[in-house]
């Protein structure tokens, strides 16, 4: 038995969007760890003996913290050989991702990484909604909501500055800070888009300008996991210009 982690990324939601390579990891796995994110289904790739184990995490609701997480994928893979730590989107886009390698690596503990397609990118795509589009945005920020003392992050303050797309991972908790930033800095009619369970069949989206986007998202009941688009780019999305128009309607 040779002690082994392998880090797959899952993708945004769809249990269709994983690698190929991330299939056969999974096919060849002792041990799944599988995250919160992680479509369920994709667990039938696995053997049907192998240890299937949620440790998801997700804001309020915390089954495994990291440091308990690490200690198992070392144990577990020293009990059982080949441990797979299926992690949504991509493991090394706020995915703690090169937490858990660095430390099973501590322990002589063989490592390889399987990139997942990046909930950053394929969620706005999902909604027609490209990240770059020329003309209207050269370029893209991807920033966490959540940041380790609970705090917005610096780079979103740079950010709001700037004319790319900004794409918040984990940031719906913190959607009025973040509209409210924008308006305070003069741009509260930038579009803005807010997708919850993106690639998934209960997907939910909302489009509207930052103005109104908190209105808009205690209106609809949208919920985490979701994911925040701003910039020129979200007036691609084919429900804008209506949206817009029966806001004008509304305030006359």
């Known amino acids: 038995m040779q002690p082994k982690l392998t880090l797959v990324g899952a993708g ?19 041990v799944i760890l599988y995250d919160d994110l ?43 050989g080949h ?25 002589g503990i063989s490592c390889e990484v399987v990139p997942g397609v990046s909930s950053s990118i394929a969620v706005p ?7 770059t589009s020329r003309g209207v945005s050269e370029s893209f920020w991807v920033i966490t909501g959540t940041t380790r003392n609970g705090e917005l992050s610096d780079d979103l303050r740079l950010a709001v500055q700037s004319k790319a797309t900004v794409v918040v991972l984990m940031g719906l908790g913190k959607v009025n800070e973040i509209c409210a930033m924008y308006c305070q800095a003069g ?20 489009v509207g300008q930052v103005w109104n986007i908190p209105q808009l998202v205690a209106e609809q009941g949208v919920g985490a996991p979701a994911v925040l688009i701003i910039g020129e780019v979200v007036s691609l999305h084919p429900s804008y210009l209506a949206e817009c128009l029966r806001n004008v309607s509304m305030a006359y």
């Open 12 to 30: 945004p939601g769809d249990g269709e969007l994983i690698t190929l390579k991330g299939i056969r990891a999974l096919r060849q796995a002792d």
């Open 38 to 80: 992680a479509n369920s289904s994709l667990l039938e790739y696995a053997p049907e003996q192998a240890l299937k184990m949620y440790v998801g995490k997700r804001a309020g609701k915390v089954s495994f913290n990291q440091d308990e997480i690490n200690t198992l994928i070392v144990r577990l893979a020293q009990e059982h």
């Open 83 to 107: 441990v797979v730590r299926l992690k949504g989107g991509d493991p090394y886009v706020f995915g703690r991702g090169f937490e858990e390698f660095d430390y099973a690596r501590q322990y």
């Open 125 to 131: 795509a999902s909604q027609g909604i490209p990240v």
């Open 187 to 206: 741009r509260g009619h930038v579009p803005m888009a807010v997708v919850q369970n993106g690639t998934r069949l209960d997907e939910q989206c909302v």
